[in-house]
Every structure is written in C-alpha cells, then in structure tokens.
C-alpha cells in the first residue's frame, strides 16, 4: 500500500513545487513590467517639435563649455546656476540635464538671455545641472489649450538712488490664459519660482532677487483670472540712467503639483528719477487668449506639460522609485500571499487523503 500511495504523493509534491515557482516568475514579471514602466517614465526629451538643437553645453572641469559649436551662445555660472545669453537667435526651449532627468523647457516669449537654477527641474529633486541643451524654431504659443497657462505683465518705475546702490519699483501683473475649450475647468495654479533680474544699458546684471515677495508660490484660485502684486529690486547702478528689469516664472498646478515646463517672462524699461519721483512704464499687453479656430502650431504641442510633485497621495511616474507605480509590486505581492494560501490548502488535503 505504502508503495502504492507513494506515486500519488510524489506527483502532488512535483504539482505543489511548480504552484509557488509559477507564482513567483509572474510575480517577478508583474514586477519587472513596473520597472519598465518607470523607465519609460524617464525617457530623455529633446527639442520641443518645430524646434532644433543649435548648440550644447557640459558642465566639465569646473566650467560651462560648449559640445561642438556654440552656436553664438555663452554660458557662465555653475551647476546650481547657469546663465547664458545668445548673440545669434532668440532661443524658443532649453533641454536640461540634471541628475538623471533630461527634460526641456520652452520660453515664452522666445529669448536671447536667460537663467536656468537646478531647482527649477522640479522632478530632479534639486540635482546638479550637468548639461544644457539650445532649440531654436517657432516662437511658442502661449494659448496651446492648456488649464496649466498664464501670461505677465510688468511695470517699473524710475529707480530712487542712496548712495552706490538704486532700488527700482513697480508691479508684477500674471494673467490666466482660458482654453479655447469653454468647457474647460478653471483650474488652482500656483507661481512655483520667481526670478526677478535687473540689467544696464549693455546687458550685464547689475542687480536680482531669485524670489519676489508675495509672488512665489502665490496661487490663482479657479475663477480668479488676474492678479497683481508689487515688487522691489535693489541694484547698483554704478554710472549708468537706463536699466530694464526682467521676471521670470514657473508655475504649477496648485492642486496636483504638475509642473508646466515653461519660462514665462517680461520685461520694463526704465531709468535713474531725476528728481526722486516717476512714472511707471509698462510693458506690451500679454498675448491675449486667441480666437477658437486661430491658434498657431507651434512647439509648444509637444513640450510636456506636467511633471509629477513628490506629494504623497498622489501617483508619481516621474520619480524612478519602485512607490511611483505601486499596482504592479502590489499585484505581485497579492499573488505570492495567495500561492502561499494555495499551497497549504493543497497540503492539508494530500494529507488528509495519505491517512485514509
């Protein structure tokens, strides 16, 4: 009988074995099938579309330097800070390189000067900037249909002086741009950087602040369509009367925390008081929200628009940790528990039998 019962038993061992190995391999591939979607997650960007690479820059030896030709382009800084300028073409995008983020970034409106701080890659989680790239192509559109847009407007009066140092003034104007789809929600939007640049008559700095009080992380509730708030930038003017004064934002979705990856910028002129007091000179009107039917193809189509924020009740593909898709190792996890259960109910039965 014991010779009998025996081959049963072998061959529900030989079944039993196979359960749990089963189990674990599509555990193992459910899990692996995360992973790709992680890396897929982190797929390098290049150029937005309508746009080329017209020049590169590396951080190497303690410098900024150019990959080839630099395209009329100048970098100085460092990786916390870079600051470039082009005496060519205007630059529509930069294409950033922080820790193992690549992403770009357009300008709006296209330009030939600009900043770029490591902590503006808000996926990168404050990585050193290690590379830069240039697109030059189609002014972006600042109206591409997004919930995620806005425009600015900027005044600025004549600069006070005491002493060696000037202090310019005025407002910071940011306006919704509306979908042309009416159904659109009207969606929270929070200023996630601020950067506020004051220049002479010649192009170099002369002045700055990197967060503008009551600017940075100010937020646009949904209906609210405009805001304003003052500003103030101490700056020495050295011999000079004529200045312009820069700002420069990034902004969010306030409830989400997907990052719209765009520099939005204006500009003011404005020049030394001759007897301590002045008015105010605005810039252009922002480009208003087009009519439906007339909007421009542009690069700005294909620039990604959102950009997870590490909160934690929200699921996060752009971090490459194995909590940013949480369904797959669950699955895996659920699968393997219930191969586990499985097997000893499997056992408890051959048993059962073997004593009859």
Same mark, same amino acid.
Do not use: H, M
């Given at each position: 009988m014991n010779c009998f019962r025996s081959r049963p038993i072998r061959k529900s061992r030989a079944v039993l074995g196979a359960i749990p190995a089963a189990a674990t391999s599509l555990a193992v591939m459910l899990m692996l099938a995360g992973g790709a979607g992680l890396a897929h997650a982190q797929a390098a960007e290049g150029c937005p579309d309508s746009s080329a690479l017209t020049a590169?820059?590396? $951080?190497?030896? %303690?410098? $900024?330097?150019?990959?080839?030709?630099? %395209?009329?382009?100048?970098v100085s800084g460092d990786t916390s800070l870079a600051r470039w300028a082009s005496t060519s073409s205007a630059i529509s995008a930069v294409v950033i390189t922080a820790g193992s983020v690549t992403i770009n970034?357009?300008? /709006?409106? #296209?330009s030939k000067q600009g900043a770029?701080?490591?902590?503006?890659?808000?996926?990168? #989680?404050?990585? =050193?900037?290690?590379?830069? %790239?240039?697109?030059?192509?189609?002014?972006?559109?600042?109206t591409s249909g997004s919930t995620i847009s806005v425009g600015l407007s900027k005044t600025a009066a004549c600069a006070t002086?005491?002493?060696?140092?000037?202090?310019?003034?005025g407002t910071i104007t940011v306006i919704r741009h509306?979908?042309? /789809?009416?159904?659109?929600?009207?969606?929270?939007?929070?200023?996630?950087?601020?950067? /506020?640049?004051?220049?002479?008559?010649?192009?170099?700095?002369?002045?700055?602040?990197t967060s503008v009080a009551g600017l940075t992380g100010l937020v646009l509730q949904p209906g609210t369509d405009?805001?304003?708030? =003052?500003?103030? &930038?101490?700056?020495?003017?050295? +011999?000079?009367?004529?200045?312009?004064?820069?700002?420069e934002i990034t902004i969010e979705e306030a409830t989400s925390g997907l990052d719209r990856h765009k520099y939005y910028a204006a500009w003011a002129p404005f020049n030394v008081c001759e007897n301590g007091t002045g008015g105010a000179t605005p810039t252009p009107t922002p480009t208003p929200t087009p009519v439906p039917g007339t909007q421009s193809h542009s690069p700005e189509g294909s620039v990604k628009a959102a950009t997870g924020s590490p909160t934690p009740?929200?699921?996060?593909?752009?971090?490459?940790? =194995?909590?940013? +898709?949480?369904?797959? $190792?669950?699955?895996?996890? &659920?699968?393997?528990?219930?191969?586990? %259960?499985?097997?000893?109910v499997t056992v408890g039965r051959q048993r059962r039998r073997n004593r009859r």
């Open positions: 590169q820059f590396a $951080w190497s030896n %303690g410098a $900024w330097t150019a990959v080839g030709s630099d %395209g009329g382009i100048t970034y357009a300008y /709006d409106p #296209a770029v701080a490591a902590t503006d890659v808000e996926s990168a #989680a404050g990585a =050193p900037l290690a590379n830069l %790239g240039f697109c030059t192509g189609s002014v972006t559109n600042p002086v005491t002493g060696d140092s000037a202090t310019v003034t509306r979908p042309q /789809d009416p159904n659109a929600p009207s969606v929270a939007i929070r200023i996630r950087t601020t950067r /506020d640049t004051v220049f002479d008559s010649n192009g170099a700095i002369v002045g700055e602040t405009t805001v304003t708030v =003052p500003y103030s &930038v101490t700056f020495a003017p050295g +011999n000079g009367t004529s200045f312009s004064n820069k700002i009740n929200l699921p996060n593909t752009s971090y490459d940790a =194995p909590s940013a +898709n949480p369904s797959a $190792w669950f699955f895996a996890v &659920v699968l393997v528990g219930s191969s586990a %259960g499985l097997v000893a």
